[in-house]
C-alpha cells in the first residue's frame, strides 16, 4: 500500500487520498443533506399520496394513464423549474384519465462518454462539483413535488439514491443497468415504484428477470445516513413495471410487441402492467416521432390493450437539443437527447386524456 494512503487509512477514519494519492473531495452525507433540505411533514404525506397513487395505477386499481414526462436532463434547474409549473398548471385539466409524473433526471448514463448530468457537473463545465450538484438535485425535486408533481428519475449511482429517494414516485432503472444486480437490490428497497427498461439490444428478458429480483428481499452494501458502510436489508419491491423503449435502433411499441410482451410478463407470474416509452429507439433516436407512438399507444388503449399503463415522452420548454455551451446556452432546450417542446407536449397531453375519456 502507498505510504500516504497507509497514514490516512490508520490515523484518520476518512482517508482523503485515493491509492495514487489524488486528493478525493468531500461530499455531505444523505443524513447531513436532508437535514439542510427536509421534507416537511406536509411534504412527506403528500410525496406519500403521490407513490400510492402510482402504484394503483401498475395494481390496475385505477384505469388512467401514467405519464412519465419531462426533459431528457436537467441541466437548468430555473428553467426545470418554469416546465414544472406548466405541467402542475395542466394537470387538473387531465387528472380525470392521465397521472402526469415529471422527469426530474440528474443523471445520465452514457453510451461512452458525455455530461453525466446535474448532480455529477452543475456547473456544466467538467469541474464535477457533486456536492453543489446533489444540493440543487435535491432542492429542485422538492420543489416539483411541492408543486403537487410525483418526481420520477433514474437512479443509476447506487450511492446517490439515499440522497433523494425520499422525494421519489417513480424510479426508472435504465436499458443500461436493467441486468445490474446492484440495481435490483437498490430497487428491491424503494418505496417508489421502479420502471425496468428493455436493454438497450431490444431484449426485454433481463427487464423481467430484474422485475422478479426485485420483488425479493435482498441483503446489500449500503451507506447509512451517517455515510457508514452498512447491510441494507430490503423487503422487495413489488411496485414494478416493464419499460418498452425499442431497441438496436427498432421500435418495440406496437401491438404485436405490447401482445408479446404481455405473455411473457403473465407466464412470469409478473403483473401485466407495462408503460411504453415514446422516445429513444422507439422514436429511432428522433424526438418528432413521438407523437406517432403516442397515437399508436392510445389507439391500443382503445382497442382494449389493459396491458399498456403508462407512456414516457421527452420534452422540454423548446423543441430540440442543442450541443453543451456553456455561456452560449438556450433557455429551455435539452443538452442531452432531443425533446418535443412544450407546445407539442400540452397538445399530446389533452389529447390522450380527450381519447381515454
Ligand atoms: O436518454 C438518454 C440517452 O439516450 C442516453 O443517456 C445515452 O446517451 P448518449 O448515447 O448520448 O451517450
Ligand atoms: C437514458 C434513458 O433511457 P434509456 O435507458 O432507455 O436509454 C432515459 O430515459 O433518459
Not at 119 to 126: M, Q
Not at 180 to 199: C, I, M, T, Y
Not at 309 to 323: D, I, N, V, Y
Not at 326 to 347: K, N, Q, Y
Request: charged content about 25%; some cysteine; proline content about 7%.
Amino acid at each position: 500500500m502507498n505510504a500516504t494512503l497507509a497514514a490516512a487509512t490508520l490515523n484518520d477514519a476518512t482517508p482523503t487520498v485515493t491509492p495514487d494519492a489524488t486528493p478525493m473531495r468531500p461530499l455531505p452525507t444523505s443524513g447531513e443533506l436532508q437535514r439542510s433540505l427536509p421534507l416537511s411533514p406536509a411534504l412527506a404525506r403528500r410525496v406519500e399520496a403521490q407513490r400510492r397513487a402510482v402504484h394503483d395505477i401498475l395494481a390496475g386499481r385505477d384505469d388512467r394513464l401514467l405519464v412519465v414526462v419531462g426533459p431528457c436532463s436537467i441541466h437548468d434547474p430555473e428553467a426545470a423549474l418554469a416546465y414544472a409549473r406548466r405541467l402542475a398548471e395542466l394537470a387538473p385539466r387531465l387528472s380525470d384519465r392521465l397521472l402526469p409524473v415529471m422527469r426530474v433526471y440528474v443523471e445520465k448514463p452514457r453510451t461512452t462518454v458525455g455530461w453525466k448530468g446535474l448532480a455529477y457537473d452543475p456547473d456544466l463545465d467538467g469541474t464535477g462539483d457533486m456536492a453543489r450538484g446533489l444540493e440543487v438535485s435535491r432542492r429542485l425535486m422538492r420543489d416539483v413535488a411541492a408543486l403537487g408533481l410525483p418526481v420520477a428519475t433514474e437512479l443509476l449511482q447506487p450511492m446517490l439514491a439515499p440522497y433523494l429517494e425520499d422525494l421519489l414516485s417513480w424510479v426508472a432503472i435504465g436499458a443500461r443497468t436493467t441486468e445490474s444486480q446492484l440495481h435490483r437490490e437498490l430497487a428491491s428497497g424503494l418505496s417508489a415504484a421502479v420502471g425496468f427498461k428493455n436493454a438497450t439490444g431490444g431484449d426485454t428478458g433481463v427487464a423481467l428477470d430484474a422485475m422478479r429480483a426485485a420483488a425479493h428481499p435482498h441483503s446489500h452494501f449500503a451507506m447509512d445516513p451517517g455515510g457508514r458502510p452498512a447491510i441494507r436489508d430490503t423487503a422487495g419491491n413489488p411496485h414494478t413495471q416493464l419499460v418498452l423503449r425499442g431497441g438496436h435502433g427498432e421500435p418495440n411499441y406496437q401491438a404485436h410487441h405490447v401482445q408479446a410482451a404481455r405473455r411473457a410478463l403473465e407466464e412470469a407470474g409478473l403483473s401485466p402492467r407495462l408503460m411504453v416509452d415514446c422516445s429513444h429507439a422507439n422514436a429511432r433516436k428522433d424526438h418528432r416521432r413521438q407523437s406517432e407512438v403516442l397515437l399508436d399507444v392510445l389507439a391500443q388503449r382503445e382497442a382494449g390493450e389493459t396491458a399498456i399503463a403508462g407512456l414516457m415522452l421527452e420534452s422540454h420548454l423548446h423543441e430540440g437539443k442543442q450541443p453543451l455551451a456553456p455561456g452560449r446556452l438556450r433557455h429551455g432546450v435539452s443538452v442531452t437527447d432531443a425533446c418535443i417542446g412544450w407546445e407539442t407536449t400540452e397538445h399530446l397531453l389533452l389529447t390522450a386524456a380527450e381519447r381515454l375519456r
